[in-house]
């Protein structure tokens, strides 16, 4: 099974400007998370969605925002980009079972704001 | 707020050595304690989790323990190999696993030298 798929891998861009990123979670899980990893740090929770609805959101300004789709996949919407948005933007994948949750990561899309 | 504080920041091996990671969380609503290894330029990748009905989780090299009442949890990595050497990241669930939200400690940088 393909596991947690996010697009684009690398991408650059201008301060002030705007950018999505997707991600494809794990086939039958329904609920996506996104985390931030600034380079030598531990990744930082973003948002949370499950069943389209947002479950939780972390300390980030409102230019970040998300949304998730009917397939369960979702984006990743930041505007008015800073220097400090520069990171690693990863997506999370979970699906509830009886246990509990069990959350695995995409490979991130790396971010650049020059 | 709720965080995760992971020690040593760097550990380095002989080869065939164990290697031991420890966290403590603040949150005593956490009940999901994943253990991540982050490769250079990729994300992170579950190794193993324990839920907070159960002290120890072994899966082959690998274990984990977690003692609740002192809100400590630990990795533990027997007959380390070179292909071992990467990022460590601990993480306690905010709250319930349920949440989908992952709070992680700062990372251990391990090396095992051949």
């Known amino acids: 099974d393909a596991g947690v798929t996010q697009s684009p891998t690398h991408l650059i861009k201008t301060r002030g400007q705007q950018v999505t990123l997707r991600c494809s979670p794990i086939s039958g899980h329904k609920s996506v998370s996104w985390y931030q990893q600034v380079l030598g740090q531990g990744p930082q929770f973003i948002f949370q969605?499950?069943?389209?609805?947002?479950?939780g959101r972390g300390n980030f300004p409102d230019r970040f925002s998300a949304r998730q789709f009917p397939n369960y996949s979702s984006e990743l919407n930041v505007n008015a980009l800073l220097l400090g948005d520069s990171a690693l933007y990863l997506c999370a994948s979970s699906s509830l079972t009886s246990s509990g949750n069990t959350i695995y990561f995409g490979e991130g899309s790396w971010l650049t704001v020059v | 707020g709720e965080n995760v504080e992971q020690h040593p920041s760097t550990l380095s091996v002989q080869e065939g050595d164990s290697a031991v990671i420890k966290c403590t969380y603040s949150?005593?609503?956490?009940?999901?304690f994943p253990w991540y290894k982050q490769e250079l330029g990729k994300g992170p990748q579950l190794i193993i989790d324990?839920?907070?009905?159960?002290g120890e989780k072994k899966d082959q090299r690998i274990a984990v323990t977690l003692n609740k009442t002192a809100k400590h949890f630990s990795l533990h990595i027997t007959e380390t190999q070179p292909e071992d050497s990467a990022v460590y990241f601990c993480?306690?669930?905010?709250?319930?696993?349920?949440?989908?939200?992952?709070?992680f400690g700062q990372g251990t940088t391990l090396q095992v030298k051949p």
């Open positions: 324990i839920r907070s009905n159960v």
């Open positions: 993480a306690a669930s905010q709250g319930s696993s349920n949440t989908g939200k992952l709070i």
């Open positions: 949150d005593s609503a956490s009940n999901y």
């Open positions: 969605y499950y069943e389209k609805e947002e479950r």
